[in-house]
């Protein structure tokens, strides 16, 4: 890995440098920022390496480029980054909205670029906060587009292994709506209670002030730079409409069991939630398995390694590695992938076989 340039060095950028520098052995990161403060404090932390004061001059000779700028600029910032960067450099960004940034590029630029977005932050913001561990043990959507180069794909899976995330590709638009409805609305949520509670008095004491712990855990992501999460609900909004409605939804079904004094109702509903919080909880990591080893014949065409990566996504099936030997032009390739555990192995190549795409599962070892 040659150099490698963010595009923005507040917390999420600042955080991968860090994480780049200590983890995946990158000696050289460039970054630039419109705040020179920024700038001077990532370079006292040792977030980046040099300093640029253009974008041209940021990628100039990166293997990739990481865009870590606010929701609302990603698009302009992507077709800038692809335009000055060389032909072999890998662009992605660290946005939580995929769709937009996406729908803006043509194909020829959809080729190098490849969406990505870590499930990690914090409630303080600004590179003064940025912390090599960010990353670690969190999910990293990845976003590959039909166009997607292999070889672009398989460094960026590497990376975000080395920075100790686990790479999960799926489609734009699933991704998206999956945040409106894990992350998005939530934030929707926390500020409307507290917008009632702070304007709610019921005999005249603030229902603000008589709050337990409960009500502040629930709330606790509201308000969280309001200017970022303002762009992102508007990024986003299709998807949001769509959960804020779905929400209205399960809010009148349990308001008409409250009417109507249907016990039976409303205990089946706090149930099926305990039921979901435990699945929930579930689905932290456990201990390791062994790992498995999956080989795929893939003809030498554009979009395969995306399909394939996507489609084991969505089955929640975790790559752990992934490694491309490509053929002939004119004859099939090799994928190797590892995943955890024989059963994920199994199902993972009955996935592909019925993708039309020769598969075997063998231990990793």
Not at 114 to 122: L, Y
């Amino acid at each position: 890995m040659g150099s490698v340039a963010l595009v923005g060095v507040g917390l999420m950028g600042g955080s991968l440098g860090l994480a780049l520098r200590e983890r995946a052995g990158v000696e050289v990161v460039r970054g630039v920022d419109p705040d020179p403060v920024a700038i001077d404090t990532a370079l006292t932390m040792g977030a980046i390496t040099e300093a640029a004061v253009t974008v041209e001059e940021a990628v100039d000779g990166a293997s990739a480029a990481f865009i870590a700028a606010p929701v609302a600029a990603l698009p302009e910032a992507a077709r800038a980054v692809l335009a000055a960067a060389g032909d072999d450099c890998l662009v992605s960004d660290l946005g939580s909205v995929k769709a937009e940034v996406l729908g803006s590029l043509g194909a020829v630029e959809r080729a190098r670029f490849i969406g990505g977005h870590p499930v990690a932050g914090g409630e303080r913001t600004g590179v003064a906060f940025a912390r090599a561990e960010l990353f670690e043990g969190a999910t990293w959507f990845l976003t590959p587009p039909a166009e997607a180069r292999p070889d672009l794909f398989e460094r960026l899976h590497a990376l975000v292994v080395a920075l100790g995330a686990r790479p999960v590709a799926i489609d734009v638009d699933v991704h998206d709506r999956l945040m409106a409805l894990v992350s998005h609305l939530p934030h929707l949520i926390a500020a409307a209670l507290l917008n009632q509670a702070a304007t709610t008095s019921p005999g005249g004491r603030e229902a603000l002030r008589s709050a337990g712990p409960s009500f502040g855990d629930l709330t606790r992501v509201a308000g969280a730079n309001p200017p970022l999460w303002t762009d992102i609900l508007l990024a986003n909004r299709g998807a949001v409409l769509e959960a804020i409605e779905g929400h209205a939804g399960q809010m009148a079904e349990m308001a008409d069991a409250l009417r109507a004094g249907d016990r039976d109702a409303v205990r089946v509903a706090v149930e099926r939630a305990a039921a979901a919080r435990e699945r929930l909880r579930a689905d932290e990591p456990g201990p390791a398995r062994a790992r498995w080893r999956l080989l795929v014949a893939i003809p030498n065409r554009p979009g395969v390694i995306s399909e394939i990566a996507t489609a084991l996504g969505h089955a929640h099936i975790n790559i752990e590695d992934l490694q491309l030997a490509p053929g002939p032009p004119d004859g099939d390739g090799e994928l190797s992938l590892v995943v955890e555990g024989e059963g994920a192995a199994r199902r993972a190549a009955d996935l592909v076989a019925g993708r039309g795409y020769r598969a075997l599962a063998r231990p990793a070892d």
